[in-house]
């Protein structure tokens, strides 16, 4: 059904509109932004008086929630976690493989594929792509990642992996350091997918041979990285220092304390810095151990180790990232919630997400700053 949202402001990618006036058709899609005064005849469905709209948030690194992994690739997975992820304001995301036998890679992004092509299963989000974390990652920065998985990348090996997702992968994380990854990250631009450097011990040079390659963001700063020195920045001062790179951080203060996040977010600024989640399966359960691919993952608290005490993703949701970056920064709420949305989606390539003819999903924070209600594709979820 038709309806019409107001609220008091309205966060965009660039600016934010006071007293927005939004119809969203019969297929939940936006059909007009404009402002109340603009269209006074309008009789409005939802008011959320003095709160603020936001786009619905976008998780571009996401293994996995309430219990199940997306590498099961099934639709029962892929419906649970697409539900958890809503219920926490994510409108779409990216379903990210780990390292893993090449036999479940491409059992995973075959299953993903399909899910992807169905119609998003009703109050979940929907996997918008896929993004391969491994195996094109270093075996000194592995972390988490399996090191009889690990494989040097190649131009064909992504092919394959490109053909089994049915040309639904959109960012690929890759070490640039590693024989073969600078040709494989030419491949990658070719076919449309993002290149993220990370999982990488490289020097500078090596570095900045991936971002000459075309790789454009990197991923979960400082993790997984070569520390910095101020004589051999390395990778983590080129991906702080370069201003045309965007990178992403998990931002649950486990993964970086606070003061990493504020030199991050000083770095990168509002349009070039991204939260993830590295979410796992475990995300939204109790304590316990879980699954990441083939890993045993133990989860205390929100920390999850391996069996050799690495740490291994996070549980904390795409919400609460953006809470906890205005907790330990300051940042105003559509600044933080830019981050999440619409810096993502402008890393990916992707139009804007608050136009006409994009699903009409947002989040309602209310004056105090707190998320309160999610609105997926045109539909108020409770
Ligand atoms: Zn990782």
Redesign the pocket.
Known sequence: MASTLTAAKLVTRDTVVDRPLITVDNDGRIASISTREAAQAASVTHDFGDSTLTAGLLDIHMHGGAGHDVMEGTTGALDTVSRFLASHGVAEYLATTVTASLDSTFHALEGIANYIERTPVQDGAKPIGIHI?GPFVSHAKK?MHPAQFIVEPTPDLLNKFWEASRGTIRLMTIAPEVPGALDTIRRATELGIRSSIG?SNAVKAEALKGIEAGATTA??TF??MRPYDHREPGILGLVLDREDLFADIICDGIHVAPEGIRLFLKAKGSHRAILIT?ALEAAGMPNGQYKLGGTTVHVKDGTCTTNEGILAGSVITLDRAVDKLREFTGADLPTAVRLASTNPSAMLGLPDTLAPGQPASFNVYNAAGQRTQTILRGKLLN
């Open positions: 974390e972390g999982h991923t979960h993790n997984a590295d």
